[in-house]
């Protein structure tokens, strides 16, 4: 049995023992005075008072989706309320170590992991009386603030066949508002995939007068649809339905999928999740830093949340990141640095101009001027170099043959040179590339690799 599952044991025992003596074995003026005492347990803070909350039929199981990691939590309960959430015990993510899975969920329950604050607030965020759940309508002048709610049915169907929808205001007597029906013109799939052909030949043409020709045959042999698109001189930019722009936040878990399902059935292409504009700078970067080459091509990059092993590292330099506030995750992360930063395994180094929790926490902490951190960089990685404090073992280590004589584990393409025309950076060099006395070093190859 748990030490937690003891504790519960024992502010049960207490219990059975005081409604006992409250009903059968003393008089009734010291039953209820018993009874009243039991009452004074119930409610006050005393350390053998029972905790209803930590009971397995108090708790929901659930993720937390106040930020975008998603953590695990436990959502305690009263009287069908939400009363206070914790952390899931049995997820990594928001206890180290967390518990076995087999841990019977009575046995868990009393074990509280950790959540951030914004995880606390999702209280708040269920709670809202502010909340709107119901939909509202413009009643007034923009900016005047007037709202009306009315029923989801009207709402739909005022979005998809428009009308009116304003005549009540002041200046919009007459205003049509068009619907989502009238601009979903192009429904026929087979006209829409014979369009989208001929529109991939006027893109892949080269010259301007080749382009005007095929833009006017386009014309001539959709003449009966040209109504459907947006502007028949562009055909490019497709049918009206493209006029329509879903647009979503960060929902993961299917539920993009679903957007994007929405946006299909409205024959948009224009569906645009947060991910699309953020994340995606991320995931393509860590895309980039994975690929291997392989036959004379960097491939099989993975997109993926890529994350430094905090936890292994012995010195971070973190800049703009804020590892105790933010930064996918305070309650996995924070726990897997703070032990080494106690024990002085670990130092860091904090880049803010603000002083964060992070930063106060930092053995050195450097607060830039916003908008310098280029230079910033550039000033490190010259420092480096004038200094020599670089590993110059590893880094000569270009392939994996060069990697295992020199007792690395692993290798780099820090030293391949970088052909550079007109001043821009291009493609690595290949042996191919360079001529003695107008020679090639070696003939062109696709089967080269570098990993010996
Ligand atoms: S990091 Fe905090 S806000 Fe984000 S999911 Fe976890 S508990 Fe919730």
Redesign the pocket.
């Known amino acids: 049995m748990s030490a937690a599952r003891e504790k519960i044991g024992t502010r049960r025992q207490f219990l059975a023992g005081g409604a006992l003596l409250g009903t059968g074995m003393v008089s009734p003026l010291l039953g209820a005075e018993a009874e009243s005492q039991t009452g004074a347990v119930l409610n006050s803070d005393r350390p053998d008072a029972p905790y209803e909350l930590a009971r397995p039929e108090n708790t929901i199981y659930s993720a ?8 695990g ?1 436990k959502c305690k309960l009263q009287d069908g309320v939400v009363t206070k959430i914790d ?1 899931n015990p049995y997820s990594p ?2 206890l180290l170590p967390h518990l076995p899975y087999a841990t019977a969920v009575d046995d868990a329950n009393p074990v509280d992991g950790a ?2 604050p ?2 606390q607030a ?1 209280l708040q965020t269920a709670y809202d009386p502010y909340r709107i759940r119901k939909v509202l309508k413009r009643a007034g002048r923009r900016g005047q603030n007037k709202w009306i709610t009315i029923p989801f049915e009207q709402a739909i169907r005022e979005i998809c066949d428009g009308g009116l929808l304003f005549k009540d205001i002041p200046g919009e007597q007459t205003r049509h508002v068009e619907g989502i029906r009238s601009l979903m013109t192009l429904t026929d799939d087979r006209l829409a995939k014979a369009m989208d052909a001929d529109i991939k030949a006027i893109w892949e043409a080269r010259e301007p007068e080749q382009k005007k020709a095929l833009v006017e045959a386009f014309k001539q042999k959709y003449a009966e649809h040209l109504d459907k698109l947006i502007d028949p001189d562009h055909p490019d930019l497709g049918p009206k339905n493209n006029q329509i722009v879903v647009a979503w936040g960060r929902l993961k878990d299917g539920r993009g999928d679903l957007y994007k399902r929405f946006a299909a059935a409205m024959g948009t292409v224009n569906a645009h999740g947060h991910t699309t504009v953020c994340q995606g700078s991320l995931y393509f970067t860590c895309k980039a830093i994975s690929e291997q080459y392989v036959g004379g091509k960097f491939t099989d990059g993975q997109k993926f949340y890529w994350m430094a092993d905090t936890e292994n590292s012995r010195f971070i330099l973190f800049v703009g990141a804020n590892l105790f506030e933010a930064n996918y ?3 996995n992360r924070t726990v897997r640095l703070t032990n080494n930063l106690v024990s002085g395994r670990t130092r860091i180094a904090v880049v803010d101009p603000r002083f964060s929790k992070l930063a106060s926490k930092a053995w050195k902490w450097l607060p830039i001027k916003p908008g310098t951190d280029g230079a910033l960089a550039m000033a490190i990685i010259r420092w480096m170099l004038d200094e020599q404090r670089y590993d110059a073992r590893f880094l000569s280590c270009a392939n994996k043959a060069a990697a295992i004589a020199a007792g690395e584990s692993s290798w780099t393409n820090a030293t391949w040179l970088v052909a550079c025309r007109n001043g821009q950076p291009g493609k690595f060099v290949r042996a191919s590339d360079v001529k003695i006395d107008g020679v090639p070093l070696t003939q062109p190859t696709t089967r080269q690799t570098p990993d010996g």
Request: charged content about 5%; overall charge positive; proline content about 10%.
């Open positions: 937390c989706l106040q930020c975008n990691t998603g953590c939590i952390g993510w928001t959540i951030c914004k995880g999702g995750g305070p309650p």
